[in-house]
């Protein structure tokens, strides 16, 4: 966490400068003097605030994740509370399109998800990222499925979105969000179909 007094313009251009650098060289080639030439500020500001590059990290990933919980609430707040199956394909919109899917977000999530398998805090993140996703299909899910169905379709969109995430970020023609949904969609179909057929 960056400590008190940072001011709020350096704030931006450092996370902004983080990823450029990530996207350009890589986490472990993204050393504190690369992101401080590409901010243009000096090494000191960088270790006074964010305690180094680790701390900077951190940082960069509390405003990506700030932003993707905005993109889903923003786009949940436009669709009425009882239309549960559009605003489930709010919610996987919201991991595929826009800011998500910019080539230095995209690098710095990669590189997020494998340093955070190492370090407690960002863990952490990773963690609260991941309850929020499941919360937010869970509340829409209890609606359309019985209640020992909702947990584990929600983990099984959970799985897809994060799955097909990475495949589209490793490829080099990146993320096809119509694609995405579609899977995705047919995954929640057949869950609902043999809902309806069983019971």
């Avoid at 019985?146 to 959970?158: D, E, S």
Wanted: with cysteine; proline share 4%.
């Amino acid at each position: 966490m960056p400590k008190v007094g940072m001011p709020d313009i350096r704030k931006p251009q450092l996370v902004k400068a983080t990823m450029n650098v990530i996207e350009r060289v890589g986490l472990h080639g993204a050393s504190i003097s690369l992101i401080s030439k590409e901010a243009g500020v000096s090494t000191g500001i960088i270790n006074h605030y964010f305690g180094g590059k680790h701390g900077l990290l951190e940082e960069t990933m509390r405003v990506i994740l700030r932003e993707h919980s905005k993109t889903i609430m923003q786009s949940l707040s436009c669709i009425p509370v009882n239309a549960h199956y559009q605003r489930i394909n709010a919610i996987i919109d919201g991991n595929f399109k826009g800011f998500q899917t910019e080539g230095e977000v995209v690098k710095t999530w990669l590189a997020f998800w494998s340093y955070s398998m190492h370090d407690h805090q960002l863990n952490r993140l990773q963690r609260v990222n991941e309850k929020r996703l499941i919360s937010h299909l869970k509340i829409e899910l209890k609606a359309l499925l019985p209640k020992k169905q909702v947990c584990l379709v929600a983990h099984g969109i959970a799985a897809l979105i994060d799955g097909i995430w990475l495949r589209g970020a490793l490829n080099p023609k990146g993320i096809n969000p119509d694609q995405a949904r579609s899977i995705i969609n047919d995954y929640l179909d057949k869950q609902l179909f043999y809902y309806t057929d069983k019971h």
